[in-house]
């Protein structure tokens, strides 16, 4: 059974820093590529980033280019996403989804539960 | 990257079909053939339901397809029924100087 299990979110001040990370089984995690979405409260979907399996390529929404960073472990079977320069619109629950492919498409067939991140001062 | 447009709401009675565009431009839905569309309950994770434009996952009921014409891809879902009710994003990649990925702000989906 596939299961995606985030972890890492919480309450943090503008401008600091949280690092998400999404544990992964049931797959062979370097396999596919995999993605960050996340949903502001009451919103829609956002894509904010994607990695393909070797991390060789990688991709991020205008919204967090520059600020967020993405990056997997394949011998740990984890991805992480680094959040530096936190402000209050990036409050949302931070999903991680798998890819189908290797690399980076728009079909993510699996999802965590997600993992609030809250930025408020 | 702007966001891909859908409808905020609609409506069908059970039984009926309903559609669900979801626009965009050349430059995503209407460049590439990998559109994918998610259905998401109240409190949970969204959920596969259309890939690659028309392609349905292994265990998505044949009542729901997807097609694409020009720069709008479209979710079909026939004989409604209440479980149906929920939202759905449409999704596609976006190029521009990488490739993105880019979502629908989503449709709410009500069964009279």
């Known amino acids: 059974e596939v299961q995606l299990v985030e972890s890492g979110g919480g309450l943090v001040q503008p401008g600091r820093s949280l690092r998400l990370s999404c544990a992964a089984s049931g797959f062979t995690f370097d396999d596919y590529a995999m993605h960050w979405v996340r949903q502001a409260p009451g919103k829609g979907l956002e894509w904010v980033s994607g990695?393909?399996?070797?991390?060789?390529?990688?991709g991020y929404a205008d919204s967090v280019k520059g600020r967020f960073t993405i990056s997997r472990d394949n011998a740990k079977n984890s991805l992480y996403l680094q959040m530096n320069s936190l402000r209050a619109e990036d409050t949302a629950l931070y999903y991680c989804?798998?890819?189908?492919?290797?690399?980076?498409?728009?079909?993510?067939?699996?999802w965590g539960q997600g993992t609030l991140v809250t930025v408020s001062s | 990257q702007s966001a891909l447009t859908q409808p905020a709401s609609v409506s069908g009675s059970p039984g009926q079909s309903i559609t669900i565009s979801c626009t965009g431009t050349s430059s995503d839905v209407g460049g590439y053939n990998y559109v994918s569309w998610y259905q998401q309950h109240p409190g949970k994770a969204p959920k596969l339901m259309i890939y690659?434009?028309?392609n349905r996952p292994s265990g998505v009921s044949n009542r729901f397809s997807g097609s694409k014409s020009g720069n709008t891809a479209s979710l079909t879902i026939s004989g409604l029924q209440a479980e149906d009710e929920a939202d759905y994003y449409c999704s596609s990649y976006t190029s521009s100087s990488t490739l993105k990925v880019v979502f629908g702000g989503g449709t709410k989906l009500t069964v009279l």
């Open positions: 690659d434009v028309s």
């Open positions: 990695i393909s399996w070797n991390s060789g390529s990688i």
């Open positions: 989804a798998k890819d189908w492919a290797t690399v980076t498409t728009p079909t993510f067939d699996y």
